[in-house]
């Protein structure tokens, strides 16, 4: 009862510093400030973030090949591409399908596809990653996502057009930051900061259990781990780390 109250009275002390920014955002002000503004923030961010996890990734996507289609080519479609922070681990002469529902990541974009020629961009789609419609079914090899489906608004249906649009036998990789364990110190936090962590963060959702999700999609096989990121002290510290095979 004590707990549940000091994360009551944490959280309505959050959502009192916060009062400025949620002004912002009734007035319709913060919305549009924030998605110019998320993109430089990210681009610094994504820089700190490989630096920590560039094991983690090579880990994740060292397989990639191995989901190539019948005639040798590999086709990824990255969903929330962001600032391009993936490129670096992509196989040589892939190409890559890039969507993100925020246009203002192009120039960011652009500055990693030419820092690394070894992937081949096919496309550049504006979209929201619960409406895939220009991908056709089936189409492509590999779906990624990473720190993305913190922010979705519907991550089922997400995880559905996932599905659509990769082959049979094809792969969704994705590396995501979750709800931590309960009764943890980390669990505690998420539940206070997030009470204004997404207007700050562009909608991002501390207390997702993506996992969850995922083991009630219906994939064919799921490899998920959990892992705390070798993060600096960071309420997105607890991730999940895997691919699904359609």
């Not at 009192?16 to 919305?31: D, K, N, Q, T, V």
């Not at 996890?53 to 990639?64: C, I, P, Q, V």
Request: glycine share 6%; with cysteine.
């Amino acid at each position: 009862m004590e707990t549940h109250f000091l994360v009551a009275l944490l959280r309505l002390c959050v959502h009192f510093c916060a009062l400025p920014f949620y002004l912002l955002s009734y007035l319709g002000i913060w919305g549009p400030l924030c998605k110019k503004a998320f993109p430089y923030f990210m681009d610094s961010f994504s820089v700190h973030y490989n630096s920590k996890m560039s094991a983690k990734k090579k880990d994740l996507f060292n397989n990639l090949c191995d989901f190539a289609s019948p005639a040798g080519t590999l086709k990824i479609l990255e969903i929330g591409t962001g600032t391009g922070a993936n490129f670096e681990f992509y196989p040589t002469g892939c190409k890559i399908i890039c969507t993100d529902p925020n246009p203002n990541f192009q120039k960011y974009l652009d500055k990693n596809l030419s820092k690394n020629p070894h992937v081949k961009l096919e496309s550049c789609i504006v979209a929201a990653a619960e409406d895939l419609h220009q991908i056709p079914d089936a189409s492509v090899d590999v779906v990624v996502c990473t720190l993305v489906l913190c922010s979705v608004k519907n991550t089922a249906k997400v995880l559905r057009e996932v599905q659509r649009v990769l082959r049979p036998g094809g792969a969704f990789h994705f590396m995501e930051h979750v709800l931590a364990s309960p009764s943890t110190w980390m669990f505690f936090w998420q539940q206070i900061l997030d009470a204004a962590w997404d207007v700050f963060f562009d909608g991002c959702c501390l207390t997702r259990e993506t996992g969850k999700e995922l083991e009630k999609a219906g994939f064919s096989e799921l490899k998920l781990r959990y892992i705390d990121a070798p993060l600096n002290w960071n309420p997105a510290k607890p991730h999940i780390i895997g691919y699904a095979v359609k």
